[in-house]
């Protein structure tokens, strides 16, 4: 059955589609432009004049007027046909379409004050899809970010390949009415430029440096630089994308299904296959990962977090909870109503420190020297568990979480050499965390490794071996 859309053009769906702020004309003409699009696509009339894989060439021949050229400016404003869509104006698509003119009018000028009446009048008595090929394909590569179309891949090379996704976006009049709320035109840039940050988490989204370059106002002096190892335009980022979009579609569906990929894993130095329930992604240590639960790289039933950019399948295949290739121990916990959820690793990483919440659990102690506190430390929080201890409960601590004595008494006969006026905090990291590790040795000498042992004897293992390769 195909899906069709037939949801008005009401603010929250416009801003959706518009490439930056209501308040700009063209970003207003662009929404609408894409709206009118979509209805068309996905109504009867599009699904008959194009079929189920097409080309911004095959659209164009049956949208467009036989003859339409849209190279150049100037050979759309000639067009002949006054029959031709290049002509129909958006004032017109709107009552064909049979928008309510006046009451769409209302809601837009109240969200989005800056629209006078003759300035609204004036966008739309303009022709909608007098627009140059360049123009018109962006259109269609905006649709495919927001997960509104899907692009086909082509192993030719040739004309990109566009199909109707058999899902659409949720957007629907009541989640519009519940985000109705009064904010001022500036407070609506910055929750929109907020949003964007959110890239990583849903491909619905605008690309994230297209909307910095295009929607922040010429006279901003702010800066943002996304730190993301997968570069922009390669094959790589491309597949990230992809896989990103495939887990949406999936997750929009609704659907509970395990999931099965190949995966390149840096740790085994081999290329795994994993069957797994997917939960969640999140964006760490400059790279997207998806969060899962199943059979990972090391043979193990376990969490763990996939590197988006390792997955080295083509395409996720859906397997079927009877199939003999899904673990046991993943089936049971479908059958018993018990898969994992993101609230379940949302409550893990407050539990401790670190992005691998799947590991255990120890308490961390550790020293700042004083006036380096005091500059850059304080006030900080670097985990939910970061606190603030004295010099006797570190003590304490230290005697009751070392039950080795020959560690214990040297790890105290350390810290009464200390200053007992520096600062020492307490917090629970995840054992074996690369993350915490890191932010640790970035510190260098600025920070001590009081309490457990065996990551203070990492930490001077790595010390050591950085002083052998300079001395």
Known sequence: ????????????????????????????ARAIRLWALLRWLYSDEGYAALSDCFTYANWREVFFCEGHQDEK???????????????ITANEWLIRLEVPLTEW???????????????????????????????????????INRNWLQEVTNVTGRSKKYRRVTSLPICNES?????????????????AETLDMLDFLDPSFPLLAEQISEEIPTNSRVLLYQDYIVPDYSLKRDNVEQIQSELQEIWNKGESLPLLFTYNSAHQNQ????????????????AKYLCAYGKNPKGGINWYNYRLDRIVSKRLVCLDWQDPRVPQLLKEKY?????????IINSALEAAWGYDFYKKKSILILRFERDFHDSYIQGISLHKTFSPIDYYETVNLV??????????????KNLQSRPITDA???????????????????????????????????????IQNTWNLYH
């Open 335 to 343: 059958e018993d109503n018990q898969l994992p959820t993101k609230e």
């Open 73 to 87: 400016q100037e050979n759309i404003l000639n067009c002949h046909n006054s029959n031709c869509a290049c002509h």
């Open 175 to 191: 989640e519009a009415s519940n985000l109705n709320i009064n904010l001022t035109t500036q407070e609506q840039a910055y929750v």
């Open 1 to 28: 059955m195909n899906v069709t859309f037939r949801h008005p053009p009401y603010p929250r769906l416009l801003q959706q589609l518009a490439k930056g702020s209501l308040d700009q004309s063209q970003n207003l």
């Open 271 to 286: 290329i795994k296959e994993c069957i797994v329930y997917p939960v969640c992604i999140y964006f760490m240590e400059r």
């Open 105 to 143: 009018q209302q809601s837009l000028q109240k969200e989005i004050p800056p629209i006078n009446s003759q300035n609204l009048d004036k966008l739309l008595q303009e022709p909608l899809f007098a627009q140059v090929r360049k123009s018109l394909q962006s259109d269609f590569d905006l649709l």
């Open 424 to 462: 020492y905090y307490k917090a629970f990291y995840r054992i074996a965390d690369y993350h915490v590790v890191r932010r640790i040795r970035a510190l260098g000498a600025k920070v001590e490794v009081m309490l457990p042992w065996d990551l203070r004897q990492e930490i001077a293992l790595e």
């Open 399 to 412: 005697t009751q979480y070392t039950p080795h004595p020959e560690q214990r008494q040297a790890l105290l």
